[in-house]
């Protein structure tokens, strides 16, 4: 009986923590500026949708600095 509630405590420890040490290695992509890095959602509970918003910032900074790399060219251009 006690070895089953481990392997089940075991299971559930392990169903949390892998999706939140692929979400961390997301953020260590995108620190070292990796802004085309995606998790895969694989659920829909908290996890996944902390994964979703991840991926969801990490287009939208991408999407931010594009647009701010095509404005600083227009002024470059523009001023010469």
Sequence with gaps: ???????????LASGISMPIRLIVSGFEAMKSGNLTHRIE???KDEIGL???SFNQMNFSLKTII???Q????SVSLASK
Excluded: F, P, Q
Excluded at 1 to 11: K, P
Excluded at 70 to 73: D, P, Q, T, V
């Design 50 to 52: 902390l994964a979703e």
């Design 1 to 11: 009986c006690t070895l089953l509630v481990i392997a089940i405590g075991y299971l």
């Design 70 to 73: 095509i404005s600083s060219n």
């Design 41 to 43: 959602v694989r659920s």
């Design 66 to 68: 594009e647009e701010i």
